[in-house]
């Protein structure tokens, strides 16, 4: 055999395994509604730094409960809408199987929260909401693009920070707002590109 053929054979072999990854891809997740999150995010750190919302944490708990039901709202009206009306899914329960990858490290999330509002350490919250997010979002590196565990891991790192650092104030929104905004807009960035490429590719 031949360089040439050499080369060919694993030129097709790297195809394959292209084809292989791309049908793996959960497509069950929008750019554009991690996009509209960031929006909510953003609009939600202003509110809260605004100084119109008491200086107490429990009206910061209840601020930040609001945009987490906003963004839960946004991403998982979309899975909804992909799973009812997407002509490849066929409302088939085996494609929102990768949509459960993410709850173990969401409900720890959970339950730490109630564990640490119920002790007072509000000023924890911030660094576990990061890291068990970016684990969340760690957690769909085989169905994802790979850029999303990327995200993942600077949330985590995010999050190692604010549970280290003595300076972080549950009351001060800005650095959890910062946070979440920028990866949000960048996972939503990720994953639109990721479907734009795929629709191309099927046209």
């Not at 769909?140 to 280290?164: D, T």
């Not at 946070?179 to 795929?198: D, I, M, P, T, W």
Request: charged share 15%.
């Amino acid at each position: 055999m031949t360089a040439t053929h050499i080369h060919d054979a694993l030129a097709q072999v790297h195809k394959l395994q292209e084809l292989i990854l791309e049908k793996r891809l959960f497509r069950g997740y929008s750019g554009k509604a991690r996009l509209w999150c960031a929006a909510v995010v953003a609009a939600g750190t202003a509110i809260l730094g605004s100084g119109r919302v008491p200086d107490t944490p429990r009206a910061h708990l209840f601020g930040w409960g609001i945009v987490l039901l906003a963004g839960v709202t946004v991403n998982y009206a979309y899975l909804l809408y992909w799973f009812f009306f997407d002509a490849e899914v066929r409302r088939n329960p085996v494609t929102l199987k990768p949509a459960l990858d993410a709850f173990p490290a969401l409900a720890v999330g959970a339950a730490l929260t109630v564990v640490l509002v119920g002790r007072g350490a509000y000023d924890l919250l911030f660094g576990v909401w990061m890291c068990l997010y970016g684990l969340a979002q760690a957690a769909y590196r085989h169905s994802l693009p790979p850029g999303i565990y990327a995200v993942g891991i600077a949330y985590i790192l995010c999050g190692i920070y604010c549970l280290l650092s003595p300076h972080i104030s549950f009351t001060d929104p800005w650095i959890m707002g910062a946070v979440f905004l920028l990866g949000e807009l960048a996972g939503g960035v990720v994953v639109l590109r990721k479907h734009q490429s795929y629709a191309g590719g099927k046209g």
